[in-house]
Antibody
Framework: EEQLVESGGGLVQPGESLRLSCAAS????????MNWVRQTPGKGLEWVSY????????YYADSVKGRFTVSRDNAKNSLFLQMNSLGADDTAVYYC?????????????WGQGTQVTVFS | QSVLTQPPSASGTPGQRVTISCSGS????????VDWYQQLPGTAPKLLIY???QRPSGVPDRFSGSKSGTSASLAISGLQSEDEADYYC???????????FGGGTKVTVL
């Protein structure tokens, strides 16, 4: 079964850091581009970051550029999101999402999500 | 405020047809493909329609998508109780260089 499982979320104070992980299984992880998408009750779904299959192409939403860093370890079938200088606006459920084959920008497989809460 | 505009709610009785609209601009819906996602309560979004009108394997043909100009729509025919969910449209935005989403439409089966 194809599966994505996120971990690493939690409660942090403004300015602190957090590292999210996403473990992939059941499919050839190294051949897929991956993304992070977050969701809040107020702002809805927001794309956060994209990383190509070999990490040569990386993109970020303007809201996180310079603070978040996406990476992957194809040998360990894992995706990561290093989040620094967190603020209240970063509070959300963070999903890792696999691109739907042949449809750039479409997210064909999602994890269950991990909650990140930034509070003061 | 989401980049793509959807009605906040829609409803219908079992067996009815429900349509959800998604309005964008020339930089997103007008020039790129539209996807639709279904989010059942307490779960992650699921790809329902991609490239405007294509269904991933396993998605019933009761769900269909279309696009015209800067607007797109999702139709659910033969509405069933298990279709109660939030539905989101999405499209790549050339100005923002990333995918953008609609605010979501909550479908209620009466």
């Amino acid at each position: 079964e194809e599966q994505l499982v996120e971990s690493g979320g939690g409660l942090v104070q403004p300015g602190e850091s957090l590292r999210l992980s996403c473990a992939a299984s059941g499919f050839p992880f190294s051949t897929y581009t991956m993304n992070w998408v977050r969701q809040t009750p107020g702002k809805g779904l927001e794309w956060v970051s994209y990383i190509g299959s070999s990490s040569t192409a990386i993109y970020y939403a303007d809201s996180v550029k310079g603070r978040f860093t996406v990476s992957r370890d194809n040998a360990k079938n894992s995706l990561f999101l290093q989040m620094n200088s967190l603020g209240a606006d970063d509070t959300a459920v963070y999903y890792c999402a696999r691109e739907h084959r042949g449809s750039f920008g479409s997210f064909g497989l999602w994890g269950q999500g991990t909650q990140v809460t930034v509070f003061s | 405020q989401s980049v793509l505009t959807q009605p906040p709610s829609a409803s219908g009785t079992p067996g009815q047809r429900v349509t959800i609209s998604c309005s964008g601009s020339s930089s997103n819906v007008g020039s790129n493909n539209v996807d639709w996602y279904q989010q059942l309560p307490g779960t992650a979004p699921k790809l329902l329609i991609y490239r405007n009108n294509q269904r991933p394997s396993g998605v019933p043909d009761r769900f269909s998508g279309s696009k015209s100009g800067t607007s797109a729509s999702l139709a659910i025919s033969g509405l069933q109780s298990e279709d109660e969910a939030d539905y989101y449209c999405a499209a790549w935005d050339d100005s923002l260089s990333g995918p953008v989403f609609g605010g979501g439409t909550k479908v209620t089966v009466l």
